[in-house]
């Protein structure tokens, strides 16, 4: 069943002894906190990781903008909506720098797409996610509202639990193979009389 932002709110603060919740509206101190955390955690959480179901791929769109004079830069290009972080930029191109986070300034000057990530609805969550996010957000409010300290170790210890299993889970999703050409990479195997060097 798809996850909403009301389920995941409702399962965190279950954790922490509250009633199940249905609705947003009106919500008492707990509930209010527990929303709060979730979009100030789950931006920060799709930030620092590749998550592939919040990546999505997007033409950039060319700024009428000049690079300052003297600088290395021939075009800037303006980040998506939604922009967390860039996971890769095509053609590959290694001499770009991102400024006020909300353009590229490039060497480059012909068409360019970027990898990056968004937060998506959470309905576009993975089941092993919406559970780990569920635990991030009763970790993150239970000191300050458990009646036993002690309450914190448990709902912790499955917190890192269930990232390990969400993360293994989206690193199931992606190819077993890297994406760049390593000369070095690829001739690890070679061994013996044979050179690893290509002429």
Known sequence: MAQSKVTI???????????????????????????????LLVPSILSTGNWRFSVQIQQLTKSIETPPSGSPWTAIYLLPAGYLKNV???PQNYQYD????????????????????????????TAS????????????????????????????????????MAAASDAQNRPNFHQAIFPVLN?????????NING
């Not at 603060?13 to 929303?35: F, M, N």
């Not at 996010?133 to 917190?159: D, G, H, P």
């Not at 001739?187 to 050179?195: C, F, H, L, M, Y």
């Open 88 to 90: 890769r930029i095509y």
């Open 129 to 164: 996610f919406s559970h780990y996010i569920t635990y991030e957000i009763a970790a993150y409010l239970c000191l300050s509202s458990a009646q036993k300290t002690e309450y914190y170790t448990v709902i912790e210890n499955k917190r890192i639990q269930t990232l390990a």
């Open 9 to 39: 709110l409702s399962n965190a603060i279950s954790q922490l002894g509250h009633k199940p919740i249905s609705t947003l509206t009106d919500p008492d101190d707990l509930v209010l906190a527990a929303e709060q955390a979730y979009d």
């Open 187 to 195: 001739n690890r195997e070679i061994g013996g009389i044979v050179s």
């Open 98 to 125: 991102i400024y006020e986070n909300s353009k590229i300034y490039s060497t480059w000057s012909g068409e360019i797409w970027m990898e990056y990530q968004f937060v998506p609805d959470p309905s576009r969550f």
